[in-house]
Structures are given as structure tokens and as C-alpha cells.
């Protein structure tokens, strides 16, 4: 389930009543783990009362709404937004950067990157870099280059994984999940569309339950002389307070096994 298009007469009330019910919360729920009584958050999701700044931020809170939501619902409620959506590439992120460019550089021999909300490539070091020059059709590496749409384009990954249902399942369940719970989220919603396009049997094969390739994903990539088993590992942000930090992900690989270890180290750049 995913949060509907905010009512025009009760844009904020709708918005919390999504978000509750995305969370499984029942109204008194709610109101117990954020302090307020159900009379209360009733009358806030069906318009009777205007809720207050911080009221609206510790519901928020209490529902583990985003950062990029907490300020659609303060929006909705007539205030000004609280979390700032700063571009990884601002002046002010410089260490940041720093910060991600040593996780990167740290990782090699093996392929390491770092995505934004809707998988677009923002940083790759040189393993990654190279591992994906060698699979996929150049038309792919845009300007902004698309993981996702490298992995399910008949040009990009596909040709080349091994274990092509267990890693498409997971994920289009994955991207199903993360870019289907924003309403109004249009870029999010063009991508799925996209994607929806490609996946063929992976929209069968997905599942709703978090399994064990959520976690470590394995992908066995055979192409020419290549042939390697990798698992993927996905890291983000602790307690983050701008929306572009909180939607980052590092995604890691490693090798699998020892003749993949021993092939990729062969494979890099001396």
C-alpha cells in the first residue's frame, strides 16, 4: 500500500491517515507511542482541529515518515519546511564527499558506489567503474547513469547475470517498495513504470516479506572471459537531517568466493 493523493480539503489529514495506515498504526496506536490522545489525532486526520507545527513533527516521528514527507505533511499543514534537500554536489557537502570518496577508494580491488533515492550513479570508484564498462552497452552510461536501468535493460546487466530471477526479483520487490510509497513522487513513478516494462517474470517472483537478499544480495556475472560470484551489501546514513543525506546509499561488492577474489584482483588496474 502506498499514501493516496492528499484530499483537497484535508490535505494534511489525509496525508497522516496514508501514512498510518501504510504503518499498520491504528489511530489509538498512534496516539499512545506519540502522546496524544485518539480524540486528538481523529480530529487532526479528519479536519476538525489544526494541528501545530510540532504536533505534526512528532506524529512524523512517530511514523518514521522520510525526511522528504515530514516536509510534504508540514507543507500540507500550512508550514514552512524544516529539512533542508541540499545537492550532493553543493559546496557545503564537501565533506561528505570526503567522507563517501574514502569508503569508495577503501573498497577497491572490489566495485563500490553511491545512489540516490531512484538508483541514479552519483559516485563509483575505479573497480565499479570498470566492472560496468565491461557489461553493459555504453548508451547506458548517460550523464547520470541509472543502476536500476542497467540492470533490467536488455543492453545493460541482464545478458550477463547468472542468477537472473533471484537478483531481478529482489530487486523489483526493492524498487516496488521504495519508489512506491511516495504519492506525487513523479520521477519515482516514471522509472517504475519503466521498470515494469523490463521485469517480466521478476513481478511474479517478487514478495512483499524482507528475505535474506535484502540483505546480501549474491549475483553471479558470467561475460566473455569474466565469470564471477559476488554478494551486494547496501549502507546508508545514520540519523541524517537533510533529505539527500537520508536517501543516499553506498551499495558494496564482494567477492563471493576465493576464485572471484583472485579474478577481480587480476582484473584491476595496477
Known sequence: MEPAAASEENPVGQLLRDWRAVRGLSQLDLAMRAGFSSRHVSFIETGRTQPSRQALLVLAETLDVPLRERNRLLEAGGYAHVYRHTPLAAEEMRHVRGVLEFILDRHEPYGAVVLDRYSNLLMANTAATRLLGGLIDPSLLTVTPNVLRMVFHPLGLRPCIVNWDEVAGTLFARAERELGEFSGDNPGAELLRELRGYAGSARRNQSAAIRPADLLLPVHLRKDGLDVRLFSTIMTLGTPRDVT??????????????????????????
Do not use: G, N
Not at 537520508?246 to 584482483?265: I, M, Y
Open 245 to 270: 543525506l537520508q536517501e543516499l546509499r553506498v551499495e558494496t561488492f564482494f567477492p563471493a568466493d576465493e576464485e572471484s577474489a583472485t579474478r577481480l584482483t587480476e582484473w584491476a588496474p595496477h
